[in-house]
């Protein structure tokens, strides 16, 4: 087909002059309709109120540009980034990967042990976190975080997530960049016994600034549809519990990374450097979840992301309640103060920003509550359920 086309002889471009131009719009003709005449060449001379343009995909080339690269995007560079990503995907698969890399579209089999399945899915990305992984040369850890932050989304909903696809957009693929990126999805995705099913990269050369890159994820879980939790459950007299996060997880870095511009990133901050402070790891409540999921009079669970303890717990309670958070009972990573202090951020402020120390929280019944304190580490019971007060969520003291 293409050897067709080339073989045949360049067309007369004829411009209108028909008051509706839709009729003929420059389209290529080989002889003209009554009402259009040869358009005229270009013309060379430049104006300086006219100036040349620039932009490649505009400009007139006597010959092609591979060009492709030429206007930006280097096509046999990005085969030879997504070279690698093979052996990265194929270390995720599961018993119900039907192997399909490459192709158009993720395949996986859904779990035959779940009745009623329904499938529970969620798309995210990791902010402006990411910058400090392009800045300091972590992109592994941008692609744990993506996973992770992803899998929390749907576990709160009693889903097991069995599937992962993720989308890379930049000026230009880093071969190294993007299998290290890849590479630390996989590893999270191993972890989670997820399969990476698909994955898009993008290069977009007047989109992303020279070295910058953008990663999402979406991840497909599976839940049995009575099993979903329901906020109606939630009664007066439950406990929350508190399971403990690294930092501020991927939220609240527009804000957490000014803290370079006052100190260097080797400062120590608690045993950490700061940039690994920044860095730590987004945990994965995967495991936590199921076990309190699989208890009777486990209600409800909320990831603690943007917005911070009091908007993300409302998410899951109905409005006849008021949880009671207390802020007292767990230790906050040592990040935090250093950005309240350093950057001078109050501390209702804070908490509205950042999850303060707690990445998810569970609603349980005290029976249930008292047995999953008992058997998930380092969960702290941190708050009540009572009937509502003016707010769904209450933290003391008052931030």
């Not at 270390?91 to 192709?103: I, Q």
Request: charged share 15%; proline share 10%.
């Amino acid at each position: 087909m293409v050897s067709a086309w080339a073989a045949s002889p360049t067309p007369t471009r004829w411009t209108c002059s028909s008051p509706s131009t839709s009729s003929c719009s420059n389209v290529p003709r080989t002889s003209p309709p009554p009402w259009c005449s040869p358009a005229r060449p270009p013309s060379t001379a430049s104006s300086p109120a006219h100036p040349p343009r620039a932009d490649p995909a505009t400009r007139v080339h006597d010959t092609p540009i591979s060009s492709y690269a030429e206007a930006g995007v280097d096509l046999d560079l990005a085969q030879r980034a997504k070279a690698g990503l093979s052996s990265a995907v194929a270390s995720t698969a599961t018993p119900l990967t039907l192997d399909a890399f490459g192709a158009f579209g993720g395949v996986i089999r859904l779990p035959a042990d779940i009745p009623d399945p329904a499938i529970v899915a969620s798309i995210d990305g990791v902010g402006t976190k990411l910058h400090l992984a392009i800045e300091m040369g972590r992109p592994a850890d941008a692609g744990r975080d993506l996973v992770n932050h992803c899998l929390n989304d749907v576990a709160v909903q009693n889903a097991r997530p069995i599937a992962f696809l993720d989308y890379v957009a930049a000026d230009r693929l880093d071969p190294e960049v993007l299998t290290s990126l890849v590479q630390g999805m996989a590893a999270a995705c191993r972890d989670a016994g997820v399969s990476i099913v698909g994955g898009e990269t993008a290069l977009m050369p007047d989109t992303y600034a020279p070295g910058r890159y953008d990663a999402v994820g979406a991840v497909i879980g599976v839940a049995s549809a009575a099993n979903l939790p329901d906020p109606a459950n939630v009664s007066v007299g439950d406990v929350c519990i508190g399971l403990p996060s690294s930092g501020p997880h991927t939220n609240g870095y527009s804000l957490a990374r000014e803290l370079l511009t006052i100190y260097d990133r080797d400062t120590t901050i608690g045993d950490q450097s700061l940039e690994d402070a920044l860095l730590a790891p987004h945990l994965s409540y995967l495991s936590e979840f199921a076990t309190a999921f699989a208890v009777p009079g486990t209600r409800v669970a909320a990831h603690i992301t943007g917005g911070g303890i009091a908007e993300n717990l409302e998410r899951v309670l109905p409005e006849s309640v008021t949880a009671l958070i207390d802020t007292t009972v767990w230790p906050q990573p040592p990040i935090f103060e250093a950005i309240a202090d350093g950057l001078d951020v109050s501390p209702a402020e804070m908490f509205r920003v950042f999850n303060m120390g707690v990445g998810a929280i569970l609603v349980a019944s005290p029976d249930t509550a008292t047995h999953l304190l008992e058997e998930l580490p380092h969960a702290l019971r941190v708050g009540t359920i009572a009937d509502r007060h003016q707010s769904p969520v209450e933290l003391t003291p008052t931030p």
